[in-house]
């Protein structure tokens, strides 16, 4: 991808520094600030998911339970994806594929690689069996799921920062990102102190701002039946078209466009088919979080007050017994 020579970073009057480091050791252990913000986002998406539940009429960290499952097949799913999408990266001569004690295995996630869509695919199925386990509806599930994993994947684009990867075409605009000319993603032909949009910053930003829109609309249209969920995949995806053709790391390129861009097409074509199906097959509001049969038989229930937000946990119709 060619690219034209941008002023140097001492004739633009603000930027974005690249953190300094990107770990820090605590004895023989090195401690990536790229897992940090992973493991904090997860934390966060399995807070709000807890409340957002739990006001639904769920027992109290029932989260847990299907998180158990959803979160590491999660992360085994997103880095098969983005090994897959990468094969360059980790196959062929001179690549270390297998061996998880030098740099640059397949194994070697603390270096960063994980994809997002291969997150919600193997999430998915997790969630599926945890919901089967714990007798959860497994859209109430998603639905409640969906401002928290937007949340998650707002706070783990900072590990790019830290870790310099993933930015974007060079720039010349005031928050232009500054890279190291030393960094091997760094465009040869680049004068010294070019900058780049900071993609990771463009993506935590509209994932912000898709946080709030998820929570005002499951509020204000009581969005149910996994419509909520298909707005999310509509909102991340149509942004990570945006961002994903700007990036310049290297890509798998199928007819002309970025896997990642394919991936994120599907992505809202998913979304707008989940939305159209679960509203002609499931117009009303879910009568439990609950599958028929396996609502807790405990009094750990916190009520809900709030109508908009919850509706009766009454013996549902036959028709409802659909996950």
């Known amino acids: ?8 970073l001492s004739t633009v009057p603000a930027s ?3 953190p300094p480091v990107s770990s ?3 004895g023989p252990l090195t401690i990536h600030f790229y897992a940090l913000c992973i493991i904090a986002g997860i934390i ?8 957002r539940l739990t006001r639904r009429g769920a027992e109290n960290w029932v989260v847990i339970d299907i998180a158990i499952v959803a979160v590491p097949l999660g992360i085994i799913g997103a880095r098969i994806f983005h090994v897959l999408t990468h094969p360059n990266f980790y196959f062929g001569e001179g690549r270390n594929t297998w061996n998880p004690f030098e740099p640059g295995s397949v194994w070697a996630i603390w270096e960063g690689g994980i994809a997002i869509f291969g997150a919600l695919l193997g999430g ?3 969630a599926w069996l945890g919901c089967k386990w714990t007798g959860i509806r497994f859209w109430t599930f998603a639905d409640a799921l969906a401002p928290g994993i937007l949340l998650a994947q707002a706070m783990g684009r900072f590990g790019n920062w830290f870790n310099h990867e993933l930015f974007g075409l060079p720039t010349d605009l005031p928050w232009g990102l500054e890279i190291e000319s030393t960094n091997s993603a760094f465009p040869a032909g680049l004068a010294e102190g070019t900058l780049f949009h900071p993609t990771f910053l463009y993506e935590v930003l509209w994932n912000g701002l898709g946080v709030i829109v998820l929570l005002w609309l499951g509020r204000r249209l009581s969005m149910q039946w996994g419509r909520l969920f298909a707005v999310y995949l509509i ?3 149509a942004g990570r078209i945006v961002w994903e053709s700007i990036r310049i790391d290297p890509s798998e390129v199928l007819l002309g466009l970025r896997s990642n861009v394919w991936a994120a097409i599907i992505g809202v074509i998913v979304g707008i ?3 159209i199906v679960q509203s002609r097959r499931h117009p009303g509001v879910e009568p439990s979080p609950y599958v028929r049969g396996r609502e807790p038989k405990s009094d750990d229930v916190e009520s809900q007050d709030n109508s908009s937000d919850f509706v009766d946990v009454s ?3 036959v028709s409802a017994e659909a996950n």
């Open 235 to 237: 909102w991340y995806s």
């Open 16 to 18: 974005i520094p690249s």
């Open 273 to 275: 088919v989940i939305l």
């Open 44 to 51: 966060a998406a399995v807070l709000l998911t807890n409340y």
């Open 24 to 26: 820090f050791e605590i």
């Open 315 to 317: 013996e549902p119709p």
């Open 124 to 126: 998915a199925l997790g």
């Open 1 to 8: 991808m060619p690219f034209a020579p941008l002023s140097s």
